[in-house]
């Protein structure tokens, strides 16, 4: 960094109280954009607080920091934040004699739209990618306006900052070394619930599937889409899909001999137990009897990390083979409904074609 003397020739000398009030140092731009990239934007809020606290200490005016980490929190005060922060910024400049002159309205803007496109893709459960793509133009618009923010603070002392400029400090070395890895392969997971649900084939909307060699159909207004063998289960299925809501999916089993219905139902069950033991759950079995078809669906509910589960079978016993149908989703409960409704209606026109 070129320092230069500008501020403050002509002021007196620094008392002992202003001395101990450091500056943040100045962060270069792709360190910023990696920082907001890996942490889900959640570094937003310490850059607000960051550039809030600096912009106190240099023009000496009563602006709280902390207030200043709510702003990403709710979207809508982004533009007025960025927008107020670079005006600070610019009378500071002003009254030091500081050739800076940069404004934050139209950064904050974007990034208000950013802000809000990822929290309604969220909400919708949408794609990750386009979550994805959300946050890295975010963490672009955030970098740039750090680039501006280090113009002006390029003319201040070096003594003016706690340690040396465009330093990595320890904090974002932590960050960078434990964020990184675990969000990337977040990021990777979400990318490839993607790809199974928006990149397979899928079956054909509100209209009759006959699945290939069983005599089984399936019927549903929803989007599933059919997945390679071995992608959700042992590779045994017959048929396996992936829901648009929350992590579902459906397998169709072609079981060799006939046998107790119930026992298969149990078996199902049971592994739903074992797997969210801490669980709270309900449970509803009935036999068809017109298609003689056994149905089942359990709910359960505390289930840490994800909220909700649901599992729906059926099985069609025709005596000398048994079908199944086996269907599990995980979601938090915005989305638990949606994903529960899907997976119901998709378990209850699980037919035998014969009987149709």
């Not at 990750?128 to 002006?152: D, E, G, H, P």
């Not at 089984?216 to 959700?232: A, C, E, H, M, Y």
């Not at 149908?325 to 998709?346: D, I």
Request: some cysteine.
């Amino acid at each position: 960094m070129n320092v230069t003397n500008l501020s403050v020739a002509d002021e007196s000398p620094k008392t002992g109280s202003e001395t101990s009030l450091r500056l943040f140092n100045q962060q270069k731009p792709w360190l910023v954009f990696l920082l907001i990239v890996l942490t889900f934007s959640v570094y937003t809020l310490p850059w607000f607080y960051r550039h809030a606290s600096n912009l106190r200490k240099i023009s000496g005016r009563r602006y709280v920091p902390w207030v200043w980490l709510l702003v990403p929190i709710f979207a809508i005060t982004v533009p007025f934040a960025t927008n107020r922060l670079f005006e600070g910024f610019r009378e500071a400049a002003a009254e030091k004699k500081l050739n800076w002159n940069e404004s934050g309205l139209l950064s904050g803007v974007l990034a208000f739209v950013m802000f809000t496109a990822a929290r309604a893709v969220d909400r919708l459960d949408g794609p990750v990618a386009y979550i994805i793509a959300s946050n890295i133009v975010l963490a672009i618009i955030f970098a740039l306006l750090s680039r501006k923010l280090n113009r002006f603070y390029d003319q201040l002392e070096a003594a003016d900052f706690r340690t040396l400029a465009y330093k990595i400090t320890t904090p974002s070395w932590i960050s960078l070394v434990i964020a990184g890895p675990v969000v990337l392969l977040l990021y990777g997971l979400g990318l490839q619930q993607d790809w199974y649900r928006y990149l397979q084939p899928v079956l054909p909307q509100n209209q009759i599937y006959e699945i290939s060699d069983l005599p089984i159909t399936l019927r549903t207004p929803d989007r599933w889409s059919i997945v390679k063998s071995g992608t959700k289960s042992d590779g045994t299925a017959e048929l396996e899909l992936v829901g648009s809501y929350g992590d579902s999916f459906a397998l169709i089993f072609d079981h060799p001999t006939s046998g107790d219905l119930d026992s298969v139902m149990e078996h199902r069950r049971d592994f739903i137990f074992q797997t969210f033991p801490e669980a709270q759950c309900s449970e509803r079995r009935k036999l068809d009897p017109q298609t003689l078809i056994r149905r089942a669906e359990l709910t359960c509910t505390g289930v840490s990390g994800i909220d909700s589960v649901a599992w729906f079978g059926a099985v069609i016993d025709t005596n000398t083979k048994m079908y199944e149908f086996y269907g599990v989703t995980t979601a938090p409960t915005k989305q638990f409904h949606k994903a529960k409704a899907a997976l119901k209606k998709l378990s209850k026109n699980f037919q035998y074609a014969e009987l149709q």
